[in-house]
């Protein structure tokens, strides 16, 4: 039996939760998070640091947040106040979810999680995403004060350059400075202090974990990895798209950025989600081959009434099977367009 594995962040929603959080929550949270992203990239993709998960940067911020007095409730309120879906998603994954099985395997905090299911009507028990529960956790009054004197500091140190490096002998001196010190931060300071057991217990599902839950959704469905259409759109995603697509499944990037067109099979370019609508439901019907032959044909095999909506949209959908010819072109194109749907910051995260 065919099924649709989806990302939510991205194809679904609009949203950074993290990175909201940190905004809403900490003092200069914007540059505090974004640095952290990059030097998450920098530990995922440029020296593959032993047994680390790319996303990690949501286990990194939760001491900063716990000292801020984030609590369960609190994210899962701001969740539900602050959330922004993709146009078309929030009528349209619904309804797809009544003919097709879908899993949403999602890298963001299970509170905001929560709040999409209970937006869109989504049944939560199909769904993947990063475990959290931020009121076991007790700060002493001289940690919060350490915590605030280190997010202080973080922001202040100089960006970390990683756009084209391929190995850490390639990054500025400035680069290297403060990854140093982000390493004696989060792997020698905050792990001797008791709220270290938060980057130790919360295991943010990112990268390999993604790809371990596509493999526990075809257990539950009885489907096979080539039965699988996966969608996605980030570092995060990377070993899920993988995955799926070296075992003769559908691997989608749905305005991704390099490194989930790198992974995938199909681009999707798109400000609306209906064109993930049609392609999944292809698939479900039809299988791999021919949601391929309609991809190659473009927007002359969608039916009349299909087409002239897709057209209605501004700018139109784009539809592409990747290959390295026109990748760098696509890049650009894909990633012009998260930029668009999503803001300039959160679109130019990892």
């Known amino acids: 039996m065919r099924q649709l594995c989806i990302d939510c962040e991205g194809p679904i929603t609009k949203n950074d939760n993290a990175l909201e959080l940190c905004q809403h929550f900490l003092a200069r949270g914007g540059e505090f998070f974004s640095l952290i992203s990059r030097y ?5 993709c440029i020296v593959r640091k032993k047994g680390y998960r790319a996303g990690n940067t949501l286990s990194f911020i939760l001491p900063f947040l716990k000292a801020a007095s984030l609590s369960n409730k609190k994210a899962l309120d701001f969740s539900r106040q602050s959330l922004l879906l993709v146009s078309g998603a929030e009528k349209i994954l619904p309804r797809l979810a009544k003919k097709i099985p879908i899993f949403i395997i999602s890298t963001s905090y299970r509170p905001y999680i929560q709040a999409l299911c209970h937006r869109i009507k989504f049944p939560f028990r199909n769904t993947y995403s990063t475990y959290l529960d931020l009121d076991k956790y007790h700060l002493s009054p001289e940690e919060v004060k350490r915590l605030n004197q280190l997010l202080d500091e973080v922001p202040r140190l100089p960006s970390i350059e990683v756009s084209g490096v391929k190995k850490e002998a390639d990054l500025s001196a400035s680069s290297r400075k403060t990854i140093k010190r ?7 300071e905050i792990p001797r202090m008791s709220c270290g057991r938060m980057l130790e217990e919360v295991k943010p599902l990112g990268g390999e974990e993604k790809a371990k839950a596509i493999l526990d959704s075809v257990r539950k469905t009885g489907s096979a990895l080539s039965e699988v ?3 996605g759109d980030s570092i995060t995603d990377v ?3 993988e995955l799926v697509r070296e075992a003769g499944g559908v691997a989608i990037s749905f305005n991704g950025n390099h490194y989930a067109l790198r992974a995938a099979g199909i681009a999707c370019i798109s400000p609306h989600f209906l064109p993930l609508k049609i392609l999944a439901e292809i698939f479900y019907r039809e299988g791999k081959g021919e949601l391929e032959k309609m991809v190659r044909g473009g927007l002359r095999n969608i039916g009349g009434k299909v087409r002239e909506k897709f057209y209605s949209f501004e700018p139109p959908p784009e539809l592409e099977i990747i290959n390295e010819n026109d990748l760098e072109a696509l890049i650009l194109k894909s990633e012009s367009m998260r930029k668009q749907l999503r803001g300039e910051e959160i679109g130019g995260l990892g």
């Open 239 to 241: 070993q899920a798209l």
């Open 182 to 188: 982000l390493d004696e931060i989060f792997f020698r």
């Open 40 to 44: 998450d990239d920098f530990l995922a």
């Open 229 to 231: 259409m996966y969608i």
